[in-house]
């Protein structure tokens, strides 16, 4: 989609599909009104004057002025109460006029930015938010489509309108960080609905380098004797029971200084998962192609932020494996040793997610960093316990937790955080080796964090991802399938972090 921006009022051009944002049963006041043509605005009005539309949040009319004001089609969408307007509204706002449109086979809307004045979001924010809501919310994967009839229409072109030209530069630099943004997310979500057979360990170290070398970002991929040369003992173990040999997939944004800051963001690869010798039911056993999801978060953030090209030292990291039963594949029973030379007693095959970021995590340590995150689809508890309205979050360090709750908050991928205590580690104590993979059904999220944090000599915060990297329902900005849960929520942490320590 191009996205344009320009200085002037919405709706004076005859033929356009225009946009326009309605509080709840509020008139368009002078500052709704501002961007917006004066024969538009009192035709508008006078529709909003019948009471058929409200304006609640998530709802939509479409208007067809026939003369009385120069656009061929209006697009009504609802922003809800003044006082709760937030960027989420703004975002999903921007999906559903976008949404409405294709609906409509409209290839061009023009719009307004969606809220700001209403709340204490800046023009700025609410401009990256709107587009962010436009492109995540005409998303479709249709790589292995091959009916055209299937086709799906498209919205080619949007353009933003400021109604000041004090503020058009604002706007204009929000809309270039929400597309950026928006196609990290974007790939994270290609990556994810990618099915297993397309997208092995190999290949998707194949898309990570070709993303670093299109983003201006180095890009390192280690091989099964690299890996064995690091002594990977669990990420070899978890690999040993696949054809696809595993890889290790290191991006970096900057180098280390003393300077600067080095963040590392970690994501869970396992591109199919069939729970290994400790099989899987076969229901649903076709949506673990998705359990690489954390690894596709990663790999789209790394894109977004080469292009925003952050002054920190961003390194991603995504240890990449298969998950299956054979002959050779790790058993129940197993002891294995991780790279930190800690040694880990095999419960559960199934538990496997946490043994490949167990070395992803040790390995992080070389780095130095000033904080860590990792994302994985981890566990079935989490998803019970919160469902797909936030993904789990723990860590060891207050400050850390903090700003990585306010990025989710800003980038509406909401995180809840959940504790890491003694019992929780006293309940994976192992029996043969040092600490067991699995602690049983009870706390299981919890336990799969205390299992992380043996790992770790830094500040750093686990989120699991597994109730929000896909869904089979449709969701405010995007289809069912690959959310891309966690891109956007790192994106947001490493600017914030740029911006502080500057």
């Known amino acids: 989609m191009n996205i344009d921006v320009k200085v002037g009022r919405i709706g004076g051009r005859s033929g356009d599909t225009v946009v326009i944002g309605v509080f709840q049963d509020r008139p368009l006041e002078a500052k709704d009104a501002a961007g917006i043509d004066e024969k538009l605005r009192k035709y508008v009005s006078g529709i909003l004057g019948y009471g058929d539309f409200s304006g609640k949040e998530q709802t939509t009319s479409l208007l067809y002025p026939d003369g009385e004001a120069s656009p061929s089609r209006v697009i009504l969408v609802g922003l809800g109460n003044p006082e709760s307007f937030t960027l989420e509204t703004a975002r999903q706002a921007g999906s559903l006029a976008a949404k409405t449109a294709v609906d409509c086979s409209i290839s061009e809307i023009s719009t ?155 994501g869970k690869g396992i591109t199919f998962d069939s729970g290994g010798i400790s099989i899987k039911p076969s229901g649903s056993m076709e949506d673990m192609k998705h359990d690489m999801s954390g690894a596709a978060a990663v790999i789209g953030a790394m894109q977004a932020i080469g292009k925003l090209k952050p002054t920190l030292h961003v390194v991603g990291i995504v240890p990449a494996s298969e998950n299956l039963p054979d002959g050779k594949a790790m058993k129940p029973g197993d002891v294995i040793t991780a790279m930190s030379g800690k040694t880990i007693e095999v419960i559960n095959t199934d538990a496997e997610g946490r043994l490949v970021l167990a070395d992803a995590l040790a390995y992080s340590a070389r780095y130095k960093p000033a904080a860590v ?45 959940l504790p890491i205590w003694k019992e929780h580690h006293d309940q994976i104590k192992g029996r043969t080796g040092d600490i067991k993979n699995s602690g049983g059904r009870s706390a299981g999220a919890l336990t799969a964090g205390a299992f992380l944090e043996n790992f770790v000599d830094f500040p750093w915060v686990h989120l699991d991802i597994a109730g929000t990297a896909y869904s089979d329902k449709l969701s405010p900005y995007g289809p069912a399938g690959a959310t891309g849960e966690g891109a956007r929520l790192l994106v947001q942490f490493v600017r914030d972090w740029d911006r502080d320590h500057k």
Request: hydrophobic share 40%; charged share 25%.
């Open 373 to 417: 995150i990792d994302l994985a689809t981890l566990t079935g508890a989490c998803v019970i316990a919160l469902g797909d309205a936030a993904s789990g979050m723990m860590g060891n360090d207050e400050k850390l937790l903090q700003r990585v709750k306010m990025a989710g908050e800003k980038s509406g991928e909401r995180v809840w955080h």
């Open 112 to 266: 307004l930015v969606h809220g700001p004045g209403d709340s204490d979001a800046s023009v700025e924010d609410c401009a990256q938010a709107t587009v962010e809501g436009a492109l995540l919310g005409t998303y479709h994967h249709t790589a292995f489509k091959s009916d055209e009839n299937e086709a799906i229409g498209t919205l080619d072109r949007m353009t933003i309108y400021s109604g000041s030209k004090a503020a058009v530069g604002n706007v204009r630099a929000g809309a270039t960080t929400g597309q950026i943004v928006s196609q990290g997310a974007i790939m994270a979500r290609d990556l994810s609905n990618a099915p297993g057979n397309a997208l092995p360990p190999r290949l998707l170290a194949d898309a990570a380098r070709k993303m670093a070398k299109s983003a201006g970002l180095s890009c390192e991929v280690l091989n099964k004797k690299d890996i064995e040369a690091l002594k990977m003992g669990a990420l070899l173990a978890v690999s040993q029971g696949s054809d696809e040999p595993p890889r290790f997939i290191i991006m970096e944004r900057g180098t280390a200084s003393k300077k600067r800051d080095t963040l590392v963001l970690v």
